[in-house]
């Protein structure tokens, strides 16, 4: 064993790789980023030992992570909390084929919304799914936890959710690794038998049945699993899930008589829950995420004679991500702390000097001055352009849903219609709706921002971008007459605006790639090959 | 141990790295760590901090609970206050100075810092700065590591060492700049606090540090900080306000420019907390104002205006205007403004708040700095608009606008120069129908920020950056008291650079030189060497110390000859050049090489003040600079174009002047004046008019290439025989005009009166000068005001320069307590006359009022000399034409040993019977020169004689300035000028006599 310092991202990663993994599957997504990334760079994925590639999208990373299971090698898939929304599909679906090499799924999801549109709490989703969950508390749980779930996984034959929050995803702290010699070694697995992962209704009704048989072997493991403890102290108790755990013993300092239930592993443990609630008179339910526990203890009458406090009571807040100094509040443990320095002036994010995304929005801007557009947008650096002084970006809901809700305006008549999205996240679910647009010729404009990079994430490769998406969108069938390309640049204002006007202006399906490289990427393309010198302004 | 660290900055500044080499050293410490971090959309631009958490016993929590923060490690120091309420009490705030200014209300720096400053335990650092020192201004974040690594319970050597290994993969240069940040971050850490241990504020301490060299830095400890003088703060920029302001000027320059747009102006003196300007929003060219940045302005109405490269004058040019607070409307007037000017270069527009204002006189205020050749840095106050331009053309020099060299210049003194000026006295509600418009101290605190951002900026920055050349804000408008910028523009220009320093302490072998050299004297004909070689044995130099550089004979009119400079028997004084003008190149570096020449006159003209000698001066400068660039000392050379020296102490006259054309009294003994000229006929002139000036020295200067009119000025003025210098100026060498006003400052302080003449006061005269000396002629208003700032007699004409020339070279020894003047006279017409001149521009005098034992013994006076039906006893006394020799004396002595009088006035009409003025009687023990003369001398204040009469009287002038007694042919004239020397004697109180 040897310590390390490790990011909550990069301790699950290493377990992963600990455990024997053959492939890992992701698309970037803050908070999640750093898994697939800490994978990609090591050794082992290097020398084609773990393979390590960037999915088109969440579902596509599942399934590709079902794929390698099914031949009998352990697979990770991470994601963001709202990637498992895109990849809900196969994971509903794999509870009921099960799986053959373990397979975990990494999900991190983002209380208080630091880089996400919603603060969705994905235990939900595994509790629906019926599949096992562990919630890591800490770094070395984050290890420690995903070694267990690939143990469990294979065990029960059954896909396991491994969920953690933004605070632990990128937060270092030491983790006692495995060495070389301590790792497990992981029995060949065959095939599984031929048509029992095929979810025809019949084989299906009997998968799902099988499932739900297995619940509680499931509950018995959460019961007997270290990851959950039960410590019967005074009459005030506390039930803390993951993370949240920290912050109590934070505030308390292990001084105190709380009784304390802590949940890293779920189906909840009904028994342990009852032992707590027979003990205490007031229990507290810390959870970093929506109330799952709370709502399942409290359920649609309450616990006669007993407080239950926590989310849904307003004892913690409803929304938001947990911290010691709420949880210090709700135990009546505030201490004093100096006063914020209100007045001091805010320094919101906003795009970086040079930015391409900047002479894009000012062109598409100056060239719809005279209507009234509608600018659908999309995830990305550029969501940014909803701030002054560009306000470029009417919408962003999720993944491509720029170019469908584009779609969906076209069709009810609507004129201008615009829609900005990156190169990457036109891979991401993009191309679905453009090619639903190509073939209506819909009366709209979509603006390819093509910055040949994942930016936000942090410079992750992108897979439509350059002459590569070029042939993407011919082969879609847009009319290549209405394919039009721009460099986004301060001194080509005019003629961009011309060009997007121009495309605005034809009536039917129009695309404007806006090509110039990310100027925070590490490995910038040059105009040549972004397709640069072809483009008409190029040879103007 | 337990150590709970915030860290904190702007996406991109490299806060990450900082807190993960500080989590590696924990770690391979033992320790448990946990490092909480911001990545994503989050970091772009944004705030951006990491809670980072030491250990030796578990940590539960990644976060940090409020109020339990024991280190604050700050790279920007908004940043650094954005947490306070995470920290303990008595928890460090650590932050670099530098100012990231990526958001358009950025407060001023000084302000953010004295915030910081505020908290009890804090360490200031300039990371920028110390960065670049180091090597690299990436490394900002290393000195910052640096100096956290003072506050961290962490091993000092192991934390290095961890930032080198992290570092080691980009080669050892990389790794030694990062050491050195570190290390110049430890030292300049402990240097801050050692500092405020020692008394000396925020700001003091910062000066303190930025002070310290790279050699300081990188010891493990810092030198001993001094005791801090409690320091007004404000004194000077603080290196954060220069980072600021320095990056805006370079961006300026780096996007190729040399104009700044109105909006950097307001920049730059928000920057440095000068003034608030009113709220404006910049809308480069393709972006959109947006709504909400619309509704952020007060009001009703906004201000438009062009921003281009090639529009200066914006209102002229029809590129303002004014627009109800309404997104489509604005927008609609940007749109125009773009299209009328689609011809200018345009880079946006600026949107800012209206300011309700009138144009009318009295309600605009101009501030300006720019930077002179001759004075370096310059600031000026004044009314603003259109309507001052005019007005200020007929007023004199700062009536109308207020300006002085900035280089010396305190805040206070330069409002107390204002107030003198018509905009103040409008201003500050003192002239009829109007109010006060603006408070003192905010006048106050907008003149220090502007002196200190061209004391530091409107000069020769070298490699630093671009020099400030202008900066201005024209107008202020005036909101409650308070100045409200409504125009400023600014633009950078390389400053003036000092030339190199001259051996100075040579001028003394100059002045009275022990042994004399002429070079080019003829043996065959009477040239100007031949003439000035006599006039050295004239003035009674030994000709034993006097050699003449003629080769093939022994002696020439009895000095001794040698072949050559190099055949000099020893080192020599003084050289005097008197060969032909495009000689001198190499008689200079043969002089140099020579090495036996102390000081050298070069006598030729045509070497730079004519058209096409310029090239010719180029040369003789070089030559001084090769040979000067060997060695310390060397000669130094005065000239060329130099009439000449005359020194009475030396016993020695290089005036080119025949003896019959000038009697220079060389037999008389010499008086306490030194006259310093750039023309050296004006010299000759005044010693002509004034025939017993009789001064020690009198200096041509000539063009100056070497010795300048301020080395002289203060040379002289340094001598214990010298009291009063005169001084006629065309134009200064660069910056020799601010040279000048400290030696003034040096002169004048040592209780000597100093009388300045500037020529150039027109164009016209600006242009005249130049032909004449090839000193390109300055600002004539700030020569001025410099030199009366430094307490020099400014005077406007050639006659007041002679006059106050002569009583101050007679009255030094007087006492002067006061301006109340004692007058008398035998002819009515003086007495009234003299009574109207009383008040005059620069002076004021009043009538002495004579108390009754005065007026006693007057009427006494009358009455023994029987006048006492005729005259009044009182002052001014009119004694009519009956009055005696005697009376006259008795009253004058009467008057001048009243307590009321502090000076007094003898008029004398000489065409009366009852006095002995005629050319015989003169010298006769009973006429009134040898009576007036005895009162003159045995008298403690001053006493002026006045004879207003024809050519037949010249024998009673000369009779009666021999006594010593100024004597004017002007009663009138007498009076101004006695008033102008008064008034400056009581405002500048001499410590001799």
Redesign the interface.
């Known amino acids: 064993m040897r310590?390390?310092?490790l990011?909550g991202d990069e301790a699950i990663a290493q377990a992963a790789l600990d455990a024997g993994i053959g492939g890992a599957f992701s698309y970037p997504g803050?908070?999640a980023?750093?898994i697939f990334e800490y994978i990609a760079k090591n050794a082992k994925a290097s020398s084609g030992e773990v393979s390590a590639r960037w999915s088109t999208n969440e579902k596509v990373a599942y399934e590709e992570a079902l794929g390698m299971s099914w031949v009998g090698k352990r697979s990770l898939v991470s994601m963001k909390h709202v990637g498992l929304n895109v990849a809900a599909d196969p994971f509903i679906n794999s509870a009921l084929t099960g799986v053959n090499a373990g397979l975990v799924l990494l999900v991190a999801d983002d209380p208080g919304m630091?880089?996400s549109q919603n603060e969705q709490d994905s235990r939900f989703y595994g509790d629906f799914a019926q599949v096992p969950i562990f919630e890591p508390g800490?770094q070395q749980e984050a290890y420690d936890f995903v070694l267990r779930a690939f143990e469990l996984s294979e065990r029960r034959k059954l896909p396991v959710m491994v969920r953690i929050v933004t605070?632990?995803s990128?937060?270092?702290?030491?983790v006692a690794v495995l060495s070389e010699s301590e790792l497990p070694v992981i029995d060949q697995r065959d095939r599984p038998p031929a048509c029992s992962w095929t979810l025809v209704p019949a084989i299906a009704r009997s998968r799902y049945a099988a499932l739900v048989q297995e619940q509680a072997a499931l509950v018995d493991d959460a019961l007997h699993s270290p990851a959950n403890t039960l410590h019967l102290a005074g009459k005030r108790g506390v039930i803390t899930c993951g993370?949240a755990?920290?912050?109590v013993?934070?505030?308390t300092q292990g001084n105190g008589d709380l009784s304390m239930l802590h949940l890293g592993q779920y189906p909840v443990p009904a028994e342990l829950v009852r032992r707590l609630v027979d003990h205490c008179d007031d229990i507290l339910v810390c959870e970093d995420g929506y109330p799952l526990v709370e709502k399942k203890l409290v359920g649609l009458l309450g616990v006669p004679a007993k407080r239950i406090r926590g989310r849904l009571s307003g004892d913690l807040p409803a929304t938001g991500e947990l911290?010691?100094?709420i949880m210090?509040a709700a135990l009546g443990m505030a201490?004093?702390?100096?006063?914020?320095?209100a007045d001091?002036?805010?320094?919101?994010?906003?795009?970086?000097r040079g930015c391409p995304h900047i002479?894009s929005f000012?062109?598409i801007?100056?060239a719809t001055?005279d209507w009234n557009p509608m600018l659908f947008s999309d995830i990305g650096?550029y969501?940014?352009g909803v701030a002054?002084?560009?306000?470029a970006v009417h919408t962003c809901v999720d993944m491509g849903a720029s170019i469908s809700m584009a779609l969906g305006a076209a069709r009810a008549g609507a004129w201008p219609v615009l829609c900005t999205i990156g190169d990457s996240t036109f891979a991401h679910s993009g191309m679905t709706p453009l090619l639903a647009a190509a073939r209506a010729d819909a009366n709209m404009t979509v603006v390819i921002l093509d910055n040949a990079t994942t930016a936000?994430?942090?410079d992750q490769s992108s897979l439509t971008t350059g002459p590569g998406l070029m042939q993407v969108l011919q082969g879609m069938g847009v009319d290549p007459e209405h394919i039009h390309v721009i460099e986004p640049l301060?001194n080509r204002?005019d003629e961009n605006v011309a060009m997007i006007r121009k495309a605005v202006e034809h009536k039917g399906l129009s695309v404007v790639v806006s090509a110039r490289a990310c100027v925070q990427s590490k490995h910038k393309p040059t105009r040549i090959e972004m397709g640069l010198d072809k483009a008409p302004s190029a040879q103007a | 141990m337990k150590q709970d660290i915030i860290l904190a900055g702007?996406?991109g500044q490299g806060i990450l790295t900082i807190a993960?080499v500080i989590?590696?050293v924990a770690?391979s410490q033992g320790l448990?760590?946990?490092?909480?971090?911001?990545?994503?959309?989050?970091?772009?631009?944004?705030?951006v901090q990491s809670?980072l958490r030491l250990s030796d016993a578990p940590?539960?929590?990644?976060?940090?609970?409020?109020?339990?923060a024991d280190l604050v490690i700050a790279v920007e120091p908004?940043?650094a206050?954005?947490?306070?309420?995470?920290?303990k009490?008595d928890a460090m705030l650590l932050t670099s100075v530098g100012a990231f200014v990526?958001?358009g209300?950025?407060?001023p720096v000084e302000d953010v810092l004295a915030?910081v400053a505020q908290w009890p335990q804090h360490a200031l650092i300039d990371a920028d700065r110390l960065a670049r020192a180091a090597g690299s201004g990436r490394s900002a974040n290393m000195v910052v590591l640096g100096a956290a690594s003072r506050f961290l319970k962490l091993d000092q050597a192991a934390l290095e060492q961890a930032m080198a290994e992290r570092f080691a993969s980009k080669g050892e240069r990389v790794v030694e700049v990062n050491r050195r940040a570190f290390r110049f971050g430890r030292t300049a850490a402990a240097a801050y606090l050692l500092g405020l241990d020692k008394g000396g504020t925020s700001v003091s301490v910062r000066t303190w540090v930025d002070s310290l060299s790279t050699e300081h830095l990188a010891q493990p400890e810092p030198p001993d900080a001094p005791y801090f003088e409690p320091l007004a703060s404000g004194e000077q920029l603080s290196g954060a306000e220069i980072a600021a302001v320095e990056g805006t000027l370079q961006n300026v320059y780096d996007e190729g420019r040399k104009t700044l747009f109105e909006h950097e102006v307001y920049q730059i003196i928000q920057l440095v907390g000068a003034i608030s300007p009113p709220k404006h929003i910049f809308?480069?060219?393709?972006?959109?104002?947006?709504?909400?940045?619309l509704d952020s302005f007060p009001g009703e109405k906004v201000v438009c205006k062009l921003v281009a490269t090639d529009v200066v004058h914006k209102t002229d040019a029809k590129a303002v205007v004014f627009a109800p607070k309404r997104s489509d409307l604005v927008r609609g007037e940007i749109d125009r403004l773009m299209q009328r000017h689609a011809d200018k270069d345009v880079r946006g527009v600026l949107v800012v708040e209206f300011v309700e204002h009138t144009h009318q006189v009295g309600s605009e205020l101009f501030v300006g700095i720019r930077a002179t050749r001759e004075f370096g840095p310059v600031i000026a106050a004044g009314l603003g608009g259109v309507d001052m331009e005019l007005l200020a053309t007929r007023m004199r020099p700062g009536q109308a606008v207020a300006k002085s060299p900035a280089a010396d210049l305190k805040a206070e003194d330069f409002l107390e120069q204002f107030k003198r000026t018509v905009a103040y006295e409008l201003l500050s509600g003192q002239a009829r129908g109007h109010e006060r418009s603006v408070s003192d101290g905010e006048l106050l605190r907008c003149f220090r920020a502007f002196l200190l951002l061209a004391q530091r900026f409107c000069v020769d920055r070298g490699t630093d950056g671009p020099d400030l050349a202008e900066l201005e804000i024209n107008p202020f408008a005036f909101r409650g008291q308070r100045l409200v910028p409504l125009d400023g523009r600014a633009r950078t220009a390389p400053a003036a650079k000092d030339s190199a320093p001259r051996p100075v302490a040579n001028i003394a072998a100059l002045l009275e030189p022990s042994s004399i050299a002429v070079l080019g004297a003829s043996a065959t004909s009477m040239n100007f060497g031949r003439i000035i070689l006599n006039n050295v044995l004239q003035a009674g130099y030994d000709p034993q110390r006097l050699y003449a550089i003629k080769d093939g004979l022994r002696e020439l009119d009895g000095a001794r000859c040698v072949a050559s400079l190099n055949d000099l028997p020893h080192v020599v004084d003084l050289l005097v050049v008197a060969a032909g003008a495009e000689q001198l190149p190499k008689i200079v570096t043969d002089t140099i090489a020579c090495g036996k020449v102390r000081s050298a006159i070069l006598v030729p003209g045509g070497a730079g003040e004519t058209e096409g000698s310029a090239e010719l001066a180029v040369e003789v400068q070089k030559a001084i600079a090769l040979g000067r660039a060997g060695q310390a000392g060397g000669p130094v050379f005065l000239g060329p174009n130099s009439l000449g020296v005359l020194s009475r102490p030396g016993r020695y006259d290089t005036l080119f002047i025949p003896a019959n054309r000038l009697n220079k009294h060389l037999d008389q003994p010499a008086r306490r004046v030194a006259l310093v000229s750039q023309s050296g006929a004006f010299i000759v002139s005044r010693m002509s008019n004034l025939d017993n000036l009789n001064p020690a020295f009198a200096l041509s200067i000539g063009n100056q290439l070497d010795l300048t009119l301020a080395d002289l000025t203060a040379a002289v003025g340094q001598r214990d025989d010298i009291d009063v210098v005169g001084v006629y100026c065309e134009g200064f060498r660069d910056l020799d005009g601010l040279a000048f006003e400290r030696a003034l400052r040096d002169v004048t302080r040592r209780g000597k009166e100093v009388i300045f003449y500037k020529a150039g006061r027109t164009q016209a005269g600006r242009t005249a000068a130049a032909g004449h000396t090839a000193s390109v002629a300055g600002d004539y208003d700030v020569a001025l005001a410099a030199a009366e700032q430094a307490g020099a007699i400014v005077v406007e004409t050639f006659k007041e320069f002679e006059q106050l020339l002569e009583l101050c070279a007679a009255l030094h020894g007087k006492s002067v307590s006061g301006t109340r003047l004692g007058v008398m006279s035998n002819a009515g017409f003086e007495t009234v006359g003299m009574a109207d001149a009383l008040v005059g521009p620069r002076y004021r005098l009043e009538l002495a009022q004579t108390g009754p034992d005065t007026i006693e013994d007057l009427r006494a006076i009358l009455a023994h000399g029987g006048l006492a039906n005729l005259v009044n006893p009182r002052n001014p006394l009119d004694l009519t034409p009956m009055a005696s020799e005697a009376v006259y004396q008795a009253a004058a002595q009467t008057l001048l040993d009243a307590r009321e009088v502090d000076a007094l006035v003898v008029g004398i009409v000489p065409l009366t019977a009852a006095l002995q003025t005629g050319a015989e009687e003169v010298g006769r023990d009973t006429a009134l020169p040898q009576r007036l003369g005895a009162i003159f001398a045995a008298a403690s204040k001053p006493v002026v004689a006045v004879v207003d009469s024809g050519e037949a009287y010249t024998p009673l002038v000369q009779q009666l300035r021999s006594s010593g007694m100024p004597v004017f042919r002007s009663a009138d004239q007498a009076v101004r000028s006695l008033g102008r020397y008064l008034t400056f004697r009581a405002n500048y109180p001499t410590e001799s006599v």
Do not use: F, W
Not at chain 1, 170 to 174: I, L
């Open positions: 310590y390390r310092l990011l803050t908070p980023t750093e630091h880089s800490n605070r632990l990128h937060s270092r702290g030491n993370i755990r920290n912050y013993l934070e505030a911290n010691p100094d210090a201490k004093e702390a100096p006063e914020a320095l001091l002036a805010n320094r919101p994010p906003q795009l970086c002479d000012s062109a801007v100056q001055q650096c969501t940014l002054p002084p560009y306000r936000m994430t942090g301060h204002q | 702007v996406g993960e989590s590696q770690l448990q760590v946990k490092q909480a971090e911001t990545h994503g959309m989050s970091q772009r631009g944004g705030a809670h940590i539960y929590s990644d976060l940090i609970p409020l109020g339990s908004l940043e206050l954005r947490y306070v309420q995470y920290l009490p990526n958001i209300n950025y407060p915030r809308v480069p060219k393709d972006e959109l104002l947006s709504d909400q940045a």
